[in-house]
């Protein structure tokens, strides 16, 4: 078992260190980064502002770029929310909570040094656990039937739209709005056109990038435009502030694991993704720490095991994603839309049909987290000025490269104008406090969350039962349903006890 | 306006959810429901305007949650962008309307040249030197690199 996984393995490298591969996952790491470092641009508007880049690139070269491009952006997030305060991606927010007092003291080198580390080994981690769980899991999913896939998906997405930030009502409303989207155009079972509106260009249904793109860069810039305040000097890093004390490395060594271990945890469960980790993570250290005062002042610990967590979780969050085709977040929805567009689709056979993009995206992430390493060292000074670009460049400049993306998808200006409608909506979901973040969830798993419901019914010949009848499906609704019960009960407990200081969890 | 959308924001989430639930559900009665067994293409967008409903009161219906300190990333509306907002805009649109008509070299340049005077601290000079840099950045690497089916300049009428 170990044996054949170390081969496998041995062979992703052997596929990762390909010349065109590992360009790909350089140049995925570099320009990752360098949109993640831009103050304003999240993770999502750098992947999928990206993302048509990569439609003319053979699959396995374009999804070693595209994770590339995840872990760089996330990675530049980190610099941005620590030295600006401004967390573009949500689980960067704790982040900024001991990050930045850490900068106004002058050690915003150090918790650099310190979230690289920390980065690294939940990230080796998570890598490690991705060998080992994936091809279990897969061996599991084999015996999946319609209607276990589909109490899994309903347990994904209840735990995704849910555990989120913001009202959980809120959250499903959402994700069933991306569900809704998601089944837009012809339907695979009888050849209707739906919510096309009678233009022939919906009948292939909304596009993701356009929808990616309106939510996660129209909407921000119009919500950012005017608002984003110019780096007010004081956060120059050289290259010899970012190596931690030996003090710090001694404070940061236990929430470095600590954040690991909850990081792969929270990855284990469908749909928590890394925000929740981080939050839990955070909450964790506080709660342990002897001198819990010190937190949201400059603890390198507050920094330290947050961001582990990020990483571990975000690398755990590619087995599901990977081996089961069921996302754990709206990052992942996008990577594994991308995959679908290469004309793969991800799930239980994956790892036999396509092993090359299985073992060589593992190892993948090895390099490229060794790359990213390598590259932020000497480019810290870089990724400093960067920050220092004002929005009013930014912002007219994304413009065009969301333009121009959308349109390359499929040479259709329609879909230019349909980002425009999307992010006028967005912006007026953010207006009302929504997350636009489950749309994207919603409407990767709608398809197929119907496609599998109608699979099961038509199987049971209409009978609801087969839900709980079947022993695998019934312990994915009885998660799903501890998981809502849970949630009510620590409502209703922090109702009654009127105390306001709980975890952060829930309305992050 | 604006201020009682931020005042009464839930009523107001719960409204727009509430519609769409709506639109959906009238929309996909019209596509036929089938049976249990034999699930038409109506059945599942119905459920979903359902649920969509069903939150809709739920948000509309919870105002008194509102005023919670977490809330740090609630969109400030007292001080309305118009400006901003009307340049992004109108940025997308002068790209949506040029790009095939005059040549992807004047969409871009009118794009960011019209977005980036959305900015308060935008000079003339400076978008009209980030708008030629952008284009001719464009052009190189979408039409040139990656071989986008826009040509540069449309010469004459098409």
Sequence with gaps: MIGTALTDLAHGFGVALQPTNFLACFVGVLLGNIVGVLPGMGVMAAISILLPLTFAMPPVAAILMLSGIFYGAQYGGAICSILLNLPCHPPHAVTCLDGYPLTQQGKGGTALGITMLGGFFGAS???????????????????????????????????????????????????????????????????????????????????????????????????????????????????????????????????????TLIGSLCSLIPGTGPTIASFVAYAAEKKISRTPERFGRGAIEGVAAPETATHSSVQGDFIPTMSLGIPGDAVMALLLAALTIQGITPGPLLISQHPDIFWGLIASFWVGNILLMGLNIPLIGIWVKLLTIPYRY??????????????????????????????????????????PAPILLGFVLGPRFEENFRRAMLLSQGDLTVFVERPISAAFLAVAAILILGQLYVRWRRRGALVPDGPVVMEG | MLHSLQQHRERYAGVLIALIGLGAIAESATYGLGTLAAIGPGAFPLAMGVILVVCGLGIGLSEAQTTDAHDHDRVDLSRPEWRGWGCIIGGMLAFLLLARTVGLFPATFACVFTAAMGDRTTTLPGACILATVIAAFGCALFYYGLHIQLPPFVWGMS
């Design chain 1, 125 to 259: 981690f998570g890598i490690v656990m991705m060998i080992f769980f994936a091809p279990l899991l897969v061996r599991a999913a084999l015996k999946f039937g319609p209607a276990d896939v589909c109490s899994l998906m309903l347990l994904g997405l209840l735990a995704g739209s849910t555990l989120a930030r913001g009202s959980a009502m809120k959250g499903i409303a959402m994700t069933t709005l991306g569900l809704l989207l998601g089944i837009f155009g012809t339907d695979v079972t009888s050849g209707y056109e739906r919510f096309t509106f009678g233009l022939p260009e919906l009948a292939d249904g909304v596009e993701i990038v356009a929808l990616a793109l309106g939510l996660f860069g129209i909407a921000e810039f119009l919500k950012s435009v005017n608002k984003v305040e110019p780096l007010r000097g004081g956060a120059s890093v050289r290259l010899r502030d970012m190596r931690p004390s030996r003090e710090d490395l001694k404070r940061s060594a236990m929430p470095i694991l600590r954040g």
């Design chain 1, 394 to 435: 930014l912002y007219p400049s994304a413009l065009f490269f969301v333009c121009i993306g959308v349109y390359s998808t499929s040479s259709s200006l329609f879909q230019v104008g349909e980002t425009l409608v999307i992010g006028i909506f967005g912006y007026l979901l953010l207006i009302l406090g929504f997350h």
